[in-house]
């Protein structure tokens, strides 16, 4: 089961810090996800199992970081000069979707 924690109201130019525990993350290839208020939900990062290699959303580059720690089976996402538009649900799962989702945390970017 997927745990997502760290979510909470920032004011514009703050940062957040989003973990995401489960068993098994450490064999996975892992994404972070958002929905905003009457969107999809889509993929803003990603990670390969052993960490090599990362992927970012072109909105979120330059100011989201992606890391693991495989040996917590826990996924980080540190985001930094946040934005009005980050608001949104976050999610992990595994790139292939094979959790089921969990309850996410509410990122919510507002002066």
């Known amino acids: 089961q997927l745990v997502e924690s760290g979510g909470d109201l920032v004011q514009p130019g703050g940062s957040l810090r989003l973990s995401c525990a489960a068993s098994?993350?450490?064999?996975?290839?892992m994404g972070w996800y958002r929905q905003a208020p009457g969107k999809q939900r889509g993929l803003v990062a990603s990670i390969t199992s052993d960490g090599a290699y990362i992927d970012y959303a072109s909105s979120v580059k330059g100011r989201f970081t992606l890391s693991r720690d495989n040996a917590k089976n826990t996924v980080y996402l540190q985001m930094n000069s946040l934005k009005p538009e980050d608001t949104a649900v976050y999610y992990c799962n595994s790139l292939g979707q094979s959790y089921s989702w969990g309850r996410g945390t509410l990122v919510t970017v507002s002066s």
């Open positions: 098994g993350i450490s064999r996975n290839d």
